[in-house]
């Protein structure tokens, strides 16, 4: 999706949460379970553009109904080459909710598990915040 690609290589985080479904499920390369949710799935990506250095999409695959997209990427964290990819399914409404990152070498992922370690803390207080705005805006 050319929408995800040009915000995410923009760093506009307003415009890749508003590409995401309420019911995205966020797949990490370095934790072992999903973690499901706008409000934490835009914080951790706002975390990752905070980690990530030289961030740049080099290759999209579409499959055949254009609801499923493979973004391959380059990053640098904490000065090695990071190789990865976005896999990201559509809902009907055409919202992201599905994303699924891998990156590799190991040694790269390491670090980039180190690195948002570091942020994490941060992550969940920015979705904890998300939330409560949300909660309050749907009040009467």
């Known amino acids: 999706m050319r929408a995800f690609q040009e915000a995410v290589e923009a ?9 995401l479904a309420d019911d995205v499920v966020f ?15 835009a914080a951790i990506l706002r975390g990752v553009g905070r980690v990530f250095a030289d961030f740049r999409y080099i290759r999209e695959i579409v499959s055949a109904d254009e609801r499923d997209h493979a973004l ?16 990201l399914h559509f809902d009907d409404a055409g919202k992201i909710d599905e994303l699924t990152v891998m990156v590799r070498p190991l040694s790269a992922a390491t670090l980039l598990a180190e690195a948002m370690g ?7 207080r920015e979705a904890a915040e998300a939330l409560t705005a949300a909660e309050n805006a749907a009040r009467p």
Not at 27 to 41: D, E, L, Q
Not at 77 to 85: L, S
């Open 27 to 41: 797949t990490s390369p370095v934790a072992f379970k999903p973690y499901p949710g706008k409000a934490i799935t």
């Open 72 to 87: 391959v990427f380059e990053a640098q964290v904490g000065g090695k080459t990071v190789n990865g990819c976005d896999f």
């Open 11 to 19: 760093g506009d985080f307003a415009r890749i949460e508003a590409l």
């Open 118 to 124: 570091a942020q994490f803390e941060q992550i969940q």
